[in-house]
């Protein structure tokens, strides 16, 4: 007759389960500011093409104010004007802000470290400096750390990647 219980092979059985899902699952939960720095990586990216695209469309002067953990999207009021004074349409100040605690952005001279740098998207859709210089290079997304998304800036076509 045979009393309640489990056998020592189910008992390994379950422990050893326990320990592949253990093994599997805390390194995916320690990361967790790699999935931050991706996500902040791909707003940073949606921002600077709606920015492109407005500065196209409306064939007017979008400033983009690149920040460590935000970024201030502002356009021209009127054509040839140089100055970006009025806030895109629909668009918030908050709305591309990162939500991780430290985030590093970094590249692009002046980006780093908190240093709050201004990408200019002209009305032919060519990215440049404040000086007009086309802009080319890559800015990475770091939060905690973690290098988790690097982004291409290809100024002469206004191509973001």
Do not use: W
């Not at 422990?15 to 991706?38: C, F, H, K, Q």
């Not at 707003?43 to 093409?49: C, D, G, N, P, T």
């Not at 007017?60 to 040839?80: F, H, K, N, S, Y």
């Amino acid at each position: 007759m045979r009393r309640g219980g489990f056998t020592l092979v189910e008992l390994i059985t379950v422990l050893l389960l326990i320990g592949v899902m253990a093994a599997v699952a805390v390194p995916r939960l320690a990361n967790r500011s790699d999935g931050a720095a991706l996500s902040y990586g791909d707003q940073v990216v949606s921002a600077l093409r709606l920015a492109r695209a407005t500065a196209v469309a409306h064939r007017r002067l979008v400033c983009v104010g690149a920040g460590p953990d935000a970024m201030v999207l502002r356009m021209a009021t009127a054509p040839g004007a140089n100055v970006c004074d009025a806030a895109l349409a629909g668009v918030a100040d908050d709305d591309y802000r990162s939500s991780a605690d430290t985030v590093v952005s970094g590249g692009l001279a002046g980006l780093a470290n908190g240093q709050p740098r201004h990408i200019y998207f002209q009305p032919d859709g060519t990215i440049t400096d404040a000086a007009g210089a086309i802009l080319n290079g890559a800015v990475t997304i770091e939060v905690d750390g973690f290098a988790a998304r690097t982004i291409q800036l290809f100024g002469a076509t206004g191509h973001v990647e």
